[in-house]
Each structure stands twice: as C-alpha cells, then as structure tokens.
C-alpha cells in the first residue's frame, strides 16, 4: 500500500498517458479511484486542460475548442495586439504596440520588419514563441496558428453561422464530422470594440505577404455571416487568439487513459491492469496489433490502418505500390509511371504492352507493400482473403468514438472497425466519412493502370477497381503462424 500511495510521475510534454485517468500528470491511487467512478457512472472526468478537436484535417493540425481567455467555445475570450502577449489593454494604438516606435512622426518597427521604410530590417515574418500569446499563456504545447494553418481550415471545413448560448460565430465542420465553433468577438481599436456578434477576427503568427511582405499587417480569419476569408489586420488591432497545438504527444481523452490493458475497452480487468502497474511498475501493455476473426484459413487482420494509433484513425494514404505517404497524389507523382506525357506508362507491375513494360508482375513485391513495409508482419490483403472476409463476416456501416466506417463481425464474434477514409487525390481528400477504401495486393491484369481495392459506404460494399496513383488507406493481413 505505501507503493500505492506514492505517485509515479509520468508526464512528458504535459501530455497525460494511459493509467493516469485522472489527468494530473502522475500514476497513484486516486486514478484508482477515478477509474472505479468512470467504470460506475460512464461519465468523461473534466480534463485538465483546454480540450482538443481534430478535425480530420490533411495536415493533422489539432485546433484547441476555445479561444485563449475564454473557458467555454462560444467565449470571447482576450484581445491581443499581433506579437503582444499581454491582453485587454486599454488603448490599441500604435503608440501602445509591441516593437512600434517614432522617429518624428514616423512609424518605425523594432522587430519584424521586412522594409528599409519602417527601421532595421530583421525579415522576421512568423512571430517568435515568446511573443506568441497562445505559446506564452497557455505553454509550449500551444501556437498561434499559422496563415497556411488557417486556410487549411477556409479550404477543407464546412462553415456555418449559427448560435451558441446566444452567442453568433461560425461552426465548422471537419472532414471527419466534427466541429468547432469561432465566437464572432469583433476586434479592438483604440479605446473602442466593434463587430461583437457580427465579425470574427483571429490572429496567425505570421506578418502579411502578397507578392511583398508588409511588416504593418499580419495574417489573420476573418469571417462574418456572409464571408469568410484569410485577410490583413493593422499589428496595432486587438484580435482574439485561437491557438492550435505543437506538441508531438497528443493528449487522450478519460476512456483512453482509462483503457490500461490496451483491449480498446474499459472494463474490471483494467482497474486490475492498473493496480498492477502502480505495484511493479510495469509498462502499459502494447495494444494488440492483429485481431483473429475465426476466418477458416486462420488469417489475422491488423486492428488499425497503417499510420494509425487508433482503429477509427485513417492512419496513412499511399499510392498502389508506394510504401511512403507524400503531399500530391497524381499521375505526375506516381512512382511507376515513366511517362513525360499524359498517358501513363508503367515501369513495373505491367500486363499490356499498350500500358507500359511488361514484366507479367501482378502481385506487389514486398519491398513494394506498404503494409510489409510499415506495419508488424503485415501485407496486404489478396483478393482471396477479402473475398473470404466477405463470405464470413457480417458487414454493418457504424461509428467508433464518432467516426464512420465499417464494423466487421467475425464467425467467433470478435470485431474490427475500418474507418471511412476516403481518397487523396491531388493534394485533397475526397470522401472521408463517406467511403472506404483499402487497396488490396494485386493490379487489374485487364487494365494494368488500375489495382483492385475494397469499395465500401453506407449502402454497398464491393471489390473495384481503380487508378493506381490515387491514395488509398491501407489495412494489413499476418498468415497464421505455423
């Protein structure tokens, strides 16, 4: 019991981990005990910190539900000058602004300036972490985000002007259905504050470029009811802050934390896990990597896709016969394509002469696997063993922790979820929420410019197939062991 008094302390970039299901950073007995309450009331205990929502973006970017400030979404929150860290002042002048001063009556910058016309020139445009009021008043998990960060959010959400507790601002929607909301806290000038509840404006970290950077402007959303666009803002304006996070470690949520085994579930077992883990000080358990669906041939199937940490994460794209992710997913990139035309001409993997170089290859080499490639004794599905998947498995469209996909029921009653990734195409992803799509192992020996994939939604599911430069999601198979 003295073991179990004392507390193990586990955090690393403020991040909580698994065990710790009371969130203040240590392992001890009253994460016993906070287990117990959510195992016997179901209910989220209140996290320590600001809360995170992913939005499904393609960059990843994690944006935090409230504005720095506030403590709930629709709350304003604090105004700050652009490279100010201290808010609510009383005058937003140039005269009261972070590294503004006058040589007569001319504006000079002390820092971030790009032009012989404001001062000494020092091409700063993004600003520095200690003169970032998300780094400096929330910590260093935390940033302003950057001009590319918010048009990420202008290009790739749903935004809608609605109301929350009486409060205007815009809701946005993630490309995997979630949401946040941008109170619309108007912005100060001077002595005064406007556009409460009619305009939004939120700074970035960087000064404004178009074709030339101009060191009296920055970046920053601004949206009304009517409009929503990545515009310019005088330094001197006070604006709200709407920090995304930095760190590498993600926090988890109560129900991950709480799931000490690593089964994907809370139960009995993980107060048992856990009581464990504060006794010998053992490391949490490696979450199971295949899952055994009782399929005839004894085939295993990954729990998650590859580049996932979780089974409702999309994890990775690639292109058939690539085994790296990358930013532009085109004919024009794709790794066996040697053609300087529009016509594609494959290089490997070719049935046709009219396609390509024949080599009568069909089925990738391992070098070439993704899944071979990045996950644990993975390769990727055959037709035969999604076909035998199909045939003995039930295949119902579900959600896990609010993400939609495709439960998959095996013939021993164990399940495995595989998310509604959609496609990347180009630099976009198309479809997520709506369609899965994992590529399988083998091309289309008809039409050698094609792979065949699993094709799934809400209302059919099938084998296809499609253009092999295309970034599909990919979820692996281990041949039983011998």
Known sequence: MLVLAMAIPITASGSSKIGDVNGDGNLSIADVTALIDFLLYGAETPEPNVNIVDLGLPSGTLWATCNVGATNPEDAGDYFAWGETVPNKENYAWTTTAWVYYEGSSLRFSKYNTSDQYGEIDNKTELDPEDDAAYVNWGPEWRMPSA????????????????????????????NGNTMF???????????LSSVGTNGNYWTRDLYATTTVNPMNAFKLYFSKTMKQRSSGARNQGCTVRPVYASTEVPTSVSERADVN?????????????????LYGGETPEPEY???LGLPSGTLW?????????????????????????DYYHGSTYK?????????????????EANGVVDNKTVLDPEDDAACVNYPDGQMPSQEQIEELIANCTWEWSQLNGVNGILVTGLNGNTMFLPAAGYRLQSNVNSAGTQCNYWLNSIQEVAPLNAWKIYGTS????INGSSRAIGYTVRAVRAPQQ
């Not at 935004?159 to 409060?167: M, Y």
């Not at 941008?182 to 005064?192: D, F, V, Y």
């Not at 690593?262 to 504060?278: C, E, H, M, Q």
């Not at 580049?307 to 994460?313: D, H, S, V």
């Open 290 to 292: 295949y899952v055994d």
């Open 262 to 278: 690593g089964d994907n579930k809370v139960s009995i077992a993980d107060v048992t896990a856990l009581i464990d883990l504060l």
């Open 302 to 326: 990954a729990t998650r896709n590859v580049g996932a940490e979780k089974p409702e994460k999309y994890g990775d794209y690639f292109a058939w016969g690539e085994v790296e992710p990358k």
């Open 459 to 462: 209302s059919t599911f099938d």
């Open 148 to 175: 590319e960060q918010v048009n990420e959010l202008l290009t790739q959400c749903t935004w809608t002007w609605t109301e929350v507790n009486g409060v205007n601002g815009r809701q946005l929607t993630g490309l």
């Open 336 to 352: 066996w394509n040697d053609s300087e035309t529009s016509t594609m001409h494959m290089s490997k993997y070719c049935t046709k």
């Open 182 to 192: 941008l109170p619309a806290a108007g912005q100060r000038s001077g002595t005064n």
